[in-house]
């Protein structure tokens, strides 16, 4: 079975490790930031352990305040906003598959690269953290299937019974597939266009053999990755007791104590949008170029008979295997950090819970350390090549055509102050670390008999989360690879 | 639970200013002046690159990237925006001033090579 990977990935075209679209412009953090925050972080986690050793704490923090009969809500309404929303959706994607087929191969001048890795992939995934689940209502895919449903009677019932075991497995595969075209697959707007022409017809055949329901909850990963997002907003969206959908505000963050995790494959692909934004940070540095090209310990040299720095006509094949390997290890070795800590706070605690329920307790007070880690790395993309959607929706096809008067637009990309990255990096991580540990309190208070215990049981964690903050800093301060 | 919490926010606000104080590193004099003129050539020959993977250079400084290559193309630098006309075998040049701190790629349009990697640090 490992033969026959590496042969398969070696058979793929165009695979080579290339420059891929959009590399961010920031620079490595100084040396100082790291330590800096790496110290502040541990500190300020001791300040909330104290808090919490030292103080009564109600469980006020699952308070809503519902909104969604407001004047101005039932204003949009009138407008329709939710439907115009919708059909823009729709049009997205088409838009995103026709111009990659038909439009220009410079990825800089077609509508659909930046719109879906950018506008798409980060912007409405950030925004989704900050406003809620829109996603849920917006999925073209669940859009494009119901459109299907309603003209064909029993579309969307299904044909099999989604079986239980699988859980959130198909999305994990579909979300490692697609961060594997992110960062390896050098995609194109044709590629792109390809991609999710392909995407669109799985999500067909998938709520057409298992319905509608399972697939979108279970399957249709970029639906799963959402909703994971939509726990930290302050904006809920979703039915009250009556059956009825509601809005409700709520604090942020606080969506992450409403339940623990489903299912153990849903902790994996959590941890899995952690350690791939940790991957993609890691694989730019020299270090971990050395660690390959360099072969300081001779493995790959035993493997591959000579050098690797001699073998580099040959070999990049190889070293795309190797990466790939250490892309689908990663949310793994994530994991084995997470369960090995749980498993101390259990001991340390003598909990007669078990591991794995600990463990589905816990696992979304990682998320914000997740969010803010994706933020860091990648929102300077969003104003260096983000905003020239302006321009390209004029000229999706990259023809020079001029539709909206906007295609000479934004033709410059916005590159903030070095030192205004660097802050907001440090910063970010700061607020992301104590969020965690914060919510990993509650949630410690909620699960153990007594304050001590809860106290107890977060020294693990504590260190945890202080394990995953200084990866990522260290991931940001290091030295990056010329070419 | 309130009245403690004005003492656990400042003790977090003291540790924070404390840090920063003690570990940000002090400001010293430039060893040279910015606007140094720095020079660097890459040469593109039968596939084989030469030339610096990395360009380190501090913001302000005068910047001259030349090439020649035995293909055509379009020499282009990320983030800067400058693109030029490569004809094969005859020397291009870019010449700017580094403005714009980060990390920016050069690229070899048409053979569709990345060069090296322009990183611009803030003045202190």
């Not at chain 1, 992939?121 to 449903?149: D, K, R």
């Not at chain 1, 791939?276 to 493997?303: C, Y």
């Not at chain 2, 020959?45 to 030469?50: F, I, V, Y």
Request: glycine residues 8%.
């Amino acid at each position: 079975m490992f033969k026959l990977l590496f042969v398969l990935l070696l058979s793929l075209p165009g695979t080579a490790v290339a420059h891929s679209f959009a590399q961010p412009y920031q620079l490595p953090i100084p040396y100082w930031m790291y330590i800096y925050s790496a110290i502040a972080a541990l500190g300020l986690s001791f300040i909330i352990v104290g808090w919490f050793a030292s103080t009564q704490h109600s469980q006020g923090h699952s308070a809503t305040l519902p909104f969604g009969q407001a004047a101005w809500v039932n204003a949009l309404r009138k407008f329709r906003l939710v439907q115009i929303l919708q059909i823009l959706s729709v049009c997205s994607l088409l838009l995103c598959i026709v111009s990659g087929l038909i439009g220009s191969a410079d990825a800089y001048r077609n509508f659909n690269m930046t719109f879906f890795w950018l506008v798409f992939a980060l912007g409405f995934s950030y925004a989704t953290a900050a406003l809620g689940n829109g996603y849920a209502v917006l999925n073209p895919w669940l859009l494009l299937t119901g459109f299907c449903t309603a003209l064909v009677s029993g579309f969307g019932q299904g044909r099999l019974q989604y079986p239980s075991r699988l859980a959130y497995w198909p999305a994990v595969v579909f979300y490692m597939a697609f961060i594997w075209l992110e960062l390896l697959g050098n995609t194109r707007p044709f590629s792109l266009s390809v991609m999710l022409l392909t995407y669109t017809v799985l999500n067909f055949v998938g709520v057409w053999l298992i319905g509608t329901r399972d697939w979108f909850r279970y399957c249709e990963f970029f639906a799963v990755f959402m909703r994971l997002l939509a726990k930290m907003a302050p904006i809920d969206y979703r039915p009250d007791v009556s059956g009825e959908k509601r809005l409700r505000l709520r604090w942020p963050f606080m969506g992450l104590l409403d339940e623990p995790a489903e299912h153990f494959s849903l902790l994996v692909f959590m941890l899995f949008m952690l350690s791939s934004t940790a991957f993609d940070g890691l694989r730019e540095t020299v270090v971990w170029f050395n660690i390959f090209w360099r072969d300081p310990t001779g493995l790959f040299t035993l493997l591959l008979g000579e050098h690797p720095i001699y073998t580099y006509g040959w070999s990049r094949p190889w070293y795309l295997a190797y990466e790939t390997l250490w892309l689908i290890a990663s949310p793994f070795l994530y994991l084995g950090a997470y369960w090995l800590f749980i498993w101390l706070g259990k001991c340390l605690t003598r909990s007669p819970l078990s591991t794995y329920h600990l463990g589905m307790r816990f696992g979304f007070s990682l998320l914000p350390i997740v969010l803010v880690y994706h933020i860091t790395h990648y929102y300077t993309l969003l104003l260096s090549q983000g905003l020239k959607i302006r321009a390209l929706i004029s000229d999706p096809f990259g023809w020079g055509w001029d539709l909206f008067g906007t295609a000479y637009t934004l033709r410059m990309p916005v590159i903030p102050d070095m030192g205004l990255v660097w802050q907001s990096q440090v910063w970010l991580i700061l607020l992301g670390h104590v969020v965690s540990v914060w919510l990993a309190h509650i949630i410690a208070l909620q699960t153990f008999p007594n304050r001590r215990q809860a106290t107890l049981s977060q020294l693990p964690m504590l260190l945890l989360m202080m394990l995953f903050t200084a990866a990522g800093l260290w991931i940001l301060a290091q030295p990056l690879q010329g070419r | 639970m309130l009245s403690k919490a004005p003492i656990f926010l400042i003790f977090a606000a003291l540790l924070l200013i404390g840090l920063w104080l003690g570990i940000k590193p002090p400001q010293t004099a430039l060893e040279s002046s910015a606007n140094r003129q720095l020079q660097f050539q890459y040469q593109l020959q039968a596939g084989h690159l030469t030339g610096p993977t990395i360009m380190s250079v501090q913001q302000g400084d005068q910047l001259e990237i030349l090439l020649l290559s035995d293909n055509s193309g379009n020499l282009h630098l990320h983030g800067y925006e400058l693109i030029k006309m490569a004809n094969a075998d005859i020397p291009v040049q870019l010449t700017f001033t580094a403005e714009k701190a980060g990390r920016f790629e050069l690229e070899l349009h048409g053979p569709d090579k990345i060069l090296g990697t322009l990183e611009v640090y803030p003045s202190p």
